[in-house]
Protein backbone atom coordinates (compact mmCIF):
# COMPACT_ATOMS: atom_id res chain seq x y z
CA UNK A 1 0.00 0.00 0.00
CA UNK A 2 0.93 3.47 -0.81
CA UNK A 3 1.16 6.63 1.13
CA UNK A 4 1.41 10.52 -0.13
CA UNK A 5 4.47 11.84 0.78
CA UNK A 6 5.09 15.20 1.27
CA UNK A 7 7.83 17.78 1.45
CA UNK A 8 9.00 19.81 3.81
CA UNK A 9 6.39 22.58 3.18
CA UNK A 10 4.07 19.94 3.06
CA UNK A 11 3.48 19.55 -0.73
CA UNK A 12 2.74 16.23 -2.31
CA UNK A 13 5.99 14.89 -4.00
CA UNK A 14 4.92 11.19 -4.61
CA UNK A 15 4.29 8.15 -2.64
CA UNK A 16 5.97 6.03 0.10
CA UNK A 17 5.66 2.40 0.65
CA UNK A 18 3.98 0.80 3.55
CA UNK A 19 5.31 -2.21 4.66
CA UNK A 20 1.53 -3.34 5.91
CA UNK A 21 -2.18 -2.77 4.53
CA UNK A 22 -3.83 -0.07 6.34
CA UNK A 23 -7.39 -0.85 5.40
CA UNK A 24 -10.25 -0.41 7.53
CA UNK A 25 -10.28 -4.31 8.11
CA UNK A 26 -6.73 -3.73 10.02
CA UNK A 27 -8.59 -1.45 12.83
CA UNK A 28 -8.83 -3.28 16.07
CA UNK A 29 -11.08 -1.32 18.39
CA UNK A 30 -11.00 -3.41 21.22
CA UNK A 31 -7.15 -4.22 21.40
CA UNK A 32 -6.41 -0.19 21.19
CA UNK A 33 -8.35 0.26 24.32
CA UNK A 34 -6.66 -2.60 25.98
CA UNK A 35 -3.41 -0.73 25.32
CA UNK A 36 -4.61 2.43 26.23
CA UNK A 37 -6.20 1.20 29.52
CA UNK A 38 -2.87 0.00 30.34
CA UNK A 39 -0.99 3.01 29.69
CA UNK A 40 -2.90 4.77 32.04
CA UNK A 41 -2.96 2.05 34.54
CA UNK A 42 0.99 2.31 34.17
CA UNK A 43 0.65 6.12 34.73
CA UNK A 44 -0.99 5.68 38.60
CA UNK A 45 1.12 6.58 41.16
CA UNK A 46 -0.43 3.43 43.61
CA UNK A 47 0.86 5.03 46.50
CA UNK A 48 -2.23 5.61 48.35
CA UNK A 49 -2.48 4.31 51.76
CA UNK A 50 -4.42 3.30 55.23
CA UNK A 51 -3.72 2.08 58.70
CA UNK A 52 -4.95 -1.53 59.83
CA UNK A 53 -6.05 -1.90 63.36
CA UNK A 54 -2.65 -2.82 64.18
CA UNK A 55 -0.69 0.16 62.81
CA UNK A 56 -3.08 2.64 64.69
CA UNK A 57 -1.71 4.29 67.82
CA UNK A 58 -3.20 3.48 70.69
CA UNK A 59 -5.68 1.29 72.08
CA UNK A 60 -3.80 -0.49 74.51
CA UNK A 61 -6.81 -0.47 76.96
CA UNK A 62 -9.77 -1.84 77.13
CA UNK A 63 -12.74 1.03 76.41
CA UNK A 64 -15.22 -0.61 78.97
CA UNK A 65 -16.21 -3.63 81.02
CA UNK A 66 -16.96 -6.41 79.08
CA UNK A 67 -20.79 -7.00 80.84
CA UNK A 68 -23.19 -4.51 82.39
CA UNK A 69 -22.97 -1.32 80.02
CA UNK A 70 -25.26 -2.46 77.05
CA UNK A 71 -22.75 -2.03 74.03
CA UNK A 72 -21.22 -4.48 72.24
CA UNK A 73 -18.00 -5.93 74.02
CA UNK A 74 -15.12 -3.90 72.49
CA UNK A 75 -11.39 -4.92 73.52
CA UNK A 76 -9.84 -1.37 71.71
CA UNK A 77 -10.45 1.48 70.35
CA UNK A 78 -8.69 1.07 68.17
CA UNK A 79 -11.31 -1.47 66.55
CA UNK A 80 -12.86 -0.33 62.84
CA UNK A 81 -15.96 -0.16 64.80
CA UNK A 82 -15.00 2.24 66.62
CA UNK A 83 -14.31 6.50 65.56
CA UNK A 84 -10.67 6.42 65.13
CA UNK A 85 -10.03 3.25 64.55
CA UNK A 86 -8.47 1.39 61.51
CA UNK A 87 -9.59 0.63 58.05
CA UNK A 88 -10.49 -2.86 56.97
CA UNK A 89 -9.34 -3.57 53.42
CA UNK A 90 -8.22 0.16 52.47
CA UNK A 91 -5.99 0.62 50.09
CA UNK A 92 -2.08 0.16 50.51
CA UNK A 93 0.69 1.07 48.16
CA UNK A 94 0.48 -1.11 45.44
CA UNK A 95 1.40 -1.31 41.63
CA UNK A 96 -1.09 -1.34 38.78
CA UNK A 97 0.94 -1.88 35.71
CA UNK A 98 -0.94 -4.13 33.36
CA UNK A 99 1.51 -6.39 31.08
CA UNK A 100 0.66 -5.62 27.69
CA UNK A 101 2.49 -8.48 25.21
CA UNK A 102 4.18 -7.55 21.95
CA UNK A 103 1.97 -8.74 19.24
CA UNK A 104 -0.70 -6.75 21.72
CA UNK A 105 0.70 -3.70 21.00
CA UNK A 106 1.98 -4.04 17.12
CA UNK A 107 -1.44 -4.76 17.00
CA UNK A 108 -2.79 -1.44 18.14
CA UNK A 109 -0.30 0.58 16.36
CA UNK A 110 -1.01 -1.02 13.43
CA UNK A 111 -4.95 -0.72 13.92
CA UNK A 112 -3.75 3.66 15.09
CA UNK A 113 -2.01 3.70 11.54
CA UNK A 114 -5.06 2.28 9.58
CA UNK A 115 -7.78 4.50 11.27
CA UNK A 116 -5.24 7.83 10.83
CA UNK A 117 -4.81 6.48 7.00
CA UNK A 118 -8.22 5.47 6.24
CA UNK A 119 -9.80 9.47 8.20
CA UNK A 120 -7.05 11.36 5.67
CA UNK A 121 -5.02 11.75 9.04
CA UNK A 122 -1.44 10.33 8.58
CA UNK A 123 0.33 12.96 7.31
CA UNK A 124 4.12 11.22 5.57
CA UNK A 125 6.93 14.28 5.40
CA UNK A 126 10.10 13.67 3.54
CA UNK A 127 11.50 15.93 6.81
CA UNK A 128 10.25 18.23 8.95
CA UNK A 129 11.33 21.83 9.01
CA UNK A 130 14.84 21.64 11.08
CA UNK A 131 15.20 25.35 12.86
CA UNK A 132 13.89 24.70 15.72
CA UNK A 133 11.49 27.08 16.24
CA UNK A 134 8.35 26.75 17.59
CA UNK A 135 6.94 30.02 15.17
CA UNK A 136 8.32 28.57 12.40
CA UNK A 137 6.97 24.73 12.85
CA UNK A 138 3.45 26.18 14.08
CA UNK A 139 3.10 28.79 10.79
CA UNK A 140 3.57 25.49 8.88
CA UNK A 141 1.19 22.98 10.70
CA UNK A 142 -1.40 25.90 10.98
CA UNK A 143 -1.26 26.46 7.25
CA UNK A 144 -2.38 23.00 6.30
CA UNK A 145 -4.84 22.55 9.30
CA UNK A 146 -2.90 20.55 11.38
CA UNK A 147 -2.17 22.59 14.59
CA UNK A 148 -3.35 19.36 16.49
CA UNK A 149 -1.05 16.85 15.65
CA UNK A 150 1.34 14.42 16.76
CA UNK A 151 4.55 14.82 15.27
CA UNK A 152 6.78 11.84 15.08
CA UNK A 153 10.04 12.28 14.00
CA UNK A 154 13.00 9.41 13.51
CA UNK A 155 15.79 10.69 15.82
CA UNK A 156 15.50 11.72 19.78
CA UNK A 157 17.52 14.91 19.34
CA UNK A 158 16.06 16.79 15.87
CA UNK A 159 15.23 20.06 16.28
CA UNK A 160 11.77 19.56 14.98
CA UNK A 161 10.86 18.04 18.69
CA UNK A 162 12.44 21.06 20.17
CA UNK A 163 10.18 23.22 18.62
CA UNK A 164 7.32 21.23 18.96
CA UNK A 165 7.75 21.27 22.44
CA UNK A 166 5.47 24.52 22.99
CA UNK A 167 2.80 23.41 20.57
CA UNK A 168 -0.56 24.63 22.30
CA UNK A 169 -2.30 22.11 20.69
CA UNK A 170 0.66 19.42 19.45
CA UNK A 171 3.56 17.40 20.53
CA UNK A 172 6.37 15.90 19.36
CA UNK A 173 7.65 12.29 20.07
CA UNK A 174 10.40 9.98 18.51
CA UNK A 175 9.63 6.64 16.93
CA UNK A 176 11.03 4.70 19.09
CA UNK A 177 8.59 5.84 21.79
CA UNK A 178 5.62 5.91 19.70
CA UNK A 179 2.58 5.77 22.01
CA UNK A 180 -1.10 4.69 20.77
CA UNK A 181 -2.40 6.53 23.95
CA UNK A 182 -0.81 10.15 22.29
CA UNK A 183 -1.88 9.14 18.97
CA UNK A 184 -5.50 8.69 20.18
CA UNK A 185 -5.14 12.04 21.81
CA UNK A 186 -4.30 14.40 18.67
CA UNK A 187 -6.67 14.42 15.49
CA UNK A 188 -3.57 14.25 13.09
CA UNK A 189 -0.19 11.78 13.04
CA UNK A 190 2.51 13.84 11.27
CA UNK A 191 5.19 11.41 11.05
CA UNK A 192 8.69 11.56 9.12
CA UNK A 193 9.23 9.39 6.05
CA UNK A 194 12.17 7.14 7.81
CA UNK A 195 10.18 7.31 11.04
CA UNK A 196 7.20 5.71 9.09
CA UNK A 197 9.32 2.89 7.62
CA UNK A 198 10.35 2.36 10.55
CA UNK A 199 7.32 2.02 12.09
CA UNK A 200 5.47 -0.13 9.69
CA UNK A 201 8.66 -2.60 9.30
CA UNK A 202 8.21 -3.57 13.33
CA UNK A 203 4.61 -4.48 12.07
CA UNK A 204 5.67 -6.88 9.80
Not at 96 to 117: C, G, P, R, T, W
Not at 147 to 169: E, G, H, M, P, Y
Request: hydrophobic residues 35%; positive net charge; charged residues 25%.
Amino acid sequence: MEVTLLNNKFEATGKVKSAVSLNVEDIHVPVVHQVVNATLASRRQGNASTKTKAEVSGGGKKPFKQKGTGNARQGSTRSPLMPGGGTVFGPKPRCYEQKVNKKVMLKAIHSILADKFQSGKLIVVDSLPATGKTKDLFNLLSGKNLTNALIVTASDDSLALRAAKNLQRGKGIPVDSFSVYEAIKFENLVIEKSAFEKLTNKLV
